[in-house]
């Protein structure tokens, strides 16, 4: 798996693309209103790994 950089957060996949792109097409609307939001919702569910990425685990965005 390729590791990408947006900014200064560094994320590495750790499924497919293809199972990326499906949970994200599959999110509601309002969890696609920002990149942080999608960003964030990969992460919680463990899709990629974040390095540079900091958030509240409480925070509602």
């Excluded at 200064?8 to 097409?25: A, G, K, L």
């Excluded at 920002?34 to 899709?47: A, F, G, N, P, T």
């Amino acid at each position: 798996m390729k590791e990408v950089r947006l900014g200064d957060v560094q994320f590495t996949p750790r499924v497919s693309e293809e199972i990326i792109d499906q949970f994200i097409r599959d999110l509601p609307e309002h969890k696609k209103e920002s990149l942080y939001e999608i960003m964030k919702q990969l992460s919680d569910h463990d899709l990629i790994e974040l390095q540079g990425f900091k958030y509240s685990q409480d925070e509602d965005c």
